[in-house]
Every structure is written in structure tokens, then in C-alpha cells.
């Protein structure tokens, strides 16, 4: 990752004990000594300041692209169990993931990137699941994985590597056993207690600024996808409406019941109708498969990009309370404490106190120093990574000129290819419009008038 040299890993800080009150648990500082992985997934350092991303959005798309498909549900004692084939392009793998697989990937990435955004995973399975839900939480982990495989750091680990090419039977133990005895990135990273001398003296105002402009930004296309759905939806239900259209038309032509002579007498109008009714059908059905391509295609290229954004986002706003909830308000409560603790240390002393309880009063003191001191380290190295993760948001803001360019392509082509349906439509219905002496007549157009005002 640029921004980061990554060292041996130290003693494992498991997301339980990453969760604990740091009033009355201490965190050990971070060291630097060798790291064992793989120089191919080592975080290297970038020139100048280790802060600023130099990253473009193509380069982000182009670091892999991970597919997710659904294989055939495979009967359990009980129940059906969902499995997916996940893809990479970048690994040229391919392997079987259940949900619970990506769950615990989804666990230990905020074990070691606490200070990360790590985008949510989509709902576990309900009893009496539909193939529409299965299909929606299918987008959804197509959708969690790119943006994982994606990240800077997430790119670099060896456990993305683990979960996308390994083929043996438990990945889960496989993952678990990949961050034994390894810290979180505040204890793998050089940088980690020098953050605070990168970071902007203003980064408060910064982050609090940051945090209202991507609020609204979320907001906005929230809205946006909310309608691009209802356009992509409405396509395909014009696509089931001109369908039914077109074989009711058939089915009026394909009528058989007998027609009274006296109702016709010589007339064949009824005769010629019909048969081009009937035929009408094929273009109808034309029509209707273009307008349900037209809306998959707008599902596909235009909504589920405004999904990856959205997930983006919403990865943003939960790493920002992560921030406030968790190293900040241990902080917080650390300095009370601290504070607690000096009053009890001076009236110890006022009251001359046995020599060996004021040492062990002082002794929790100074732990409790060391303790606000890691917490303080952690709180700069937060700021940090957000700064970092900000601009992340901001390399991916030029994506929203690929949706509108998919959306107006979509547009486009859907109704240029229906316009050719319709226009190859308009002769075939000369023989609908009798004229004098039951001579067929082309429908008039618009700019005519219309045929019932007179």
C-alpha cells in the first residue's frame, strides 16, 4: 500500500480485546522489527509525505476485478446451503465461498484495519428466503469483495490473497490462522506512532468538514439510486406490458368463432384484420425483449454502480463513528482515570498512607500514563488513516461520470433499437385502416391530425 511499510507481525490484539475498556486493559506500543510475509504484500512506502494518496480511479478499478456467481444449491441434512463461486482476475482463481466464509474475512479485516473503511457484508439468509433475496445478497458480496480488492491496504494483505485463491476445505481456520500472533495496523505499521507529525494542524475541522460533505454526498445519491431504480424497473415492466400487448393481439386474430353472414354480408374487413393481427405479435415481442434489455442493462451498468458507491460511503460513515465511539471515547475515559487516580495519589499522601500502598498507587499510575500515551498514539493514527480513507472517497467521486455515461447510453441505444422496431411496425399496419371502397390506407401521423377529431 502506498503510505505504509508493514513489519513482523506482534502479538495477536484480537478484535475482542481491540473491543475492551483500554481504562483497564493497556495496549503494548508498537515496535519495529522484520516482517515475515512476502515482499509482494509488504506496504511500501511512497515518497514524500506518507499521507497523500497519488492514486486514480482507473487505477483502483484495474488492481482486480472479482466475480461472484451463484452454483447450484447443494441439499444439506436440513437445509439448502448457498454457495458462491468467487473469480479473481488479478489471482486467476477461482473458488467456492459460502456467506459464513465472507463473514469471518469480513471479521478479521476489521480485526487488522480497525481504522479502515471495510464495507459492510449484506443481511444473513432469513427462513423462507426467495431467489430474489438470494440474487440481491449475491450483488451485494460481488459488490463487498471489488471494493476490498480495491483498497490500498486490503490489496496488499496476505488474507485478501488467502480468500480468493485458496482452494482447500476450511478457509475459515486457514483465515483465523493467518492473523495468529499478528497486531492490528496501528501495531504493524513504522509510521503508526509518528502519525501525528503528518497529519494537518487543523485535522479536526477537517474531518468534522469531510464528514457533513460526504453525509450529503451519501444522501444525494441515495436518491439517486432510489430513482434509477424505479427507471430500470419501469423498463422491465414495459417490456411484460408490451408483451401481453402483442398476444392479446395475436389472440384477437387467432379467434375462431364463426362471424354471422348477416353482420358481414360481402365485407372481408374482419377476415384481413385478423390476419394481421395475428402477425403483429413478432414485433411486439421484439419490442418487449429490447425495453427488458434496456432495463437490465440499466440494473447492471447504472444502479449497481450507485450500490458500490453507496456501500462506499456508507463504509465512511461507519469507520467515522467507529472513530468517535471507540479510540476517541476510550480516550476519554482513560484521562478520567487518570484524573481519578491522581486525587486518590495526593490524598494518599496527605494522609500518610502505608509507603507500600502509595508504590502500588504509583505504579497504576504509570501504567495508566503508558496506557493514555498508546491511546493518544492510536487516536493521531485514526485521524490518520481517515485523512487517508477521505481521500480514498474523493479518487472514487469521478466514477459518478461513468453511471451517468452508462445511463445516457442505456437511453440511447434502448430507444434507438425500439425506434427501429417501431418504424419496421408502421407498415405492416396499412391493411388496419380501410379507406374508400375498402382500400387499405396508411395511419396518419401525428403532425396529421388525429384520425378521431372529426
Known amino acids: 500500500m502506498t503510505g ?49 494518496l497519488s492514486h486514480t480511479l482507473q487505477e483502483l478499478l484495474a488492481r482486480d476485478t472479482v466475480q461472484v456467481e451463484l452454483i447450484p444449491e447443494k441439499k444439506g441434512l436440513f437445509l439448502k446451503h448457498v454457495e458462491y463461486e468467487v473469480s479473481s482476475l488479478r489471482f486467476k ?23 479502515r473503511m471495510v464495507p459492510a457484508l449484506p443481511p444473513k439468509r432469513m427462513l423462507g428466503a426467495d431467489r430474489e433475496f438470494i440474487e440481491t445478497r449475491r450483488r451485494a458480496l460481488k459488490r463487498f469483495i471489488n471494493l476490498v480488492a480495491r483498497h490500498p491496504p486490503f490489496s496488499e494483505d496476505v488474507v485478501l490473497k488467502l480468500f480468493l485463491s485458496f482452494s482447500g476445505s476450511d478457509i475459515q481456520n486457514k483465515l483465523k490462522e493467518s492473523v495468529q500472533c499478528v497486531g492490528d495496523e ?33 444522501n444525494s445519491f441515495y436518491k439517486l439510486r432510489d430513482r434509477a431504480e424505479r427507471i430500470a424497473s419501469r ?10 400487448f402483442g398476444k392479446e393481439l ?15 354480408m360481402s365485407n372481408s374487413t374482419w377476415g384481413t384484420l385478423k390476419q394481421a393481427l395475428k402477425g403483429l405479435s413478432v414485433e411486439f ?6 425495453a427488458a434489455q434496456q432495463g437490465k442493462q440499466e440494473e447492471n451498468d447504472v444502479v449497481e454502480k450507485l450500490n458500490l458507491f453507496l456501500d462506499l460511503l456508507q463504509s465512511y460513515k461507519d469507520l467515522c463513528e467507529r472513530h468517535e ?95 427501429k422496431v417501431w418504424n419496421e411496425l408502421k407498415p405492416k399496419l396499412s391493411c388496419l385502416f380501410a379507406g374508400p371502397n375498402n382500400m387499405p390506407t396508411p395511419p ?8 378521431f377529431s372529426h
Open 4 to 52: 505504509r511499510e508493514m513489519d513482523r507481525p506482534l502479538p495477536a490484539e484480537a478484535a475482542a480485546a481491540a473491543a475492551a475498556d483500554l481504562a483497564t486493559a493497556d495496549l503494548p506500543k508498537p515496535q519495529v522489527i522484520e516482517q515475515r510475509e512476502p515482499d509482494s504484500f509488504r506496504m511500501q512506502m511512497p515518497q514524500g509525505n506518507p499521507l497523500l
Open 235 to 244: 423498463a422491465i415492466d414495459n417490456a411484460a406490458d408490451l408483451l401481453i
Open 325 to 419: 465511539k471507540g479510540v476517541l471515547h476510550k480516550h476519554q475515559r482513560a484521562l478520567h482515570k487518570y484524573s481519578m487516580m491522581k486525587k486518590q495519589m495526593m490524598s494518599a499522601t496527605v494522609q500518610n498512607r502505608e509507603p507500600e500502598s502509595v508504590e502500588q498507587l504509583e505504579s497504576r499510575i504509570v501504567e495508566q500514563e503508558n496506557a493514555i500515551q498508546t491511546m493518544e498514539l492510536r487516536n493521531y493514527f485514526s485521524l490518520y488513516c481517515l485523512h487517508q480513507e477521505t481521500q480514498l472517497i474523493h479518487v472514487y467521486l469521478p466514477l459518478t461520470s461513468h453511471i451517468l455515461g452508462a445511463f445516457v447510453n442505456s437511453q440511447i441505444q434502448g430507444h434507438k433499437e425500439m425506434s
Open 250 to 264: 395475436s389472440a384477437l386474430g387467432s379467434d375462431t368463432t364463426p362471424l354471422p353472414s348477416w353482420a358481414t
Open 93 to 115: 482463481s477461482s473458488v467456492y465461498r459460502r456467506y459464513n466464509d465472507f463473514v469471518v474475512f469480513h471479521e478479521i479485516l476489521l480485526q487488522k484495519f480497525p481504522y
Open 444 to 451: 396518419r401521423s401525428p403532425q396529421e391530425g388525429n384520425v
Open 285 to 290: 415481442a421484439l419490442l418487449a425483449d429490447k
Open 186 to 218: 496501528f501495531m504493524i505499521c513504522k509510521l503508526a506512532t509518528r502519525a501525528k507529525d503528518f497529519l494537518p494542524a487543523d485535522i479536526q475541522a477537517q474531518f468534522a468538514a469531510s464528514r457533513e460533505l460526504i453525509r450529503n454526498i451519501y
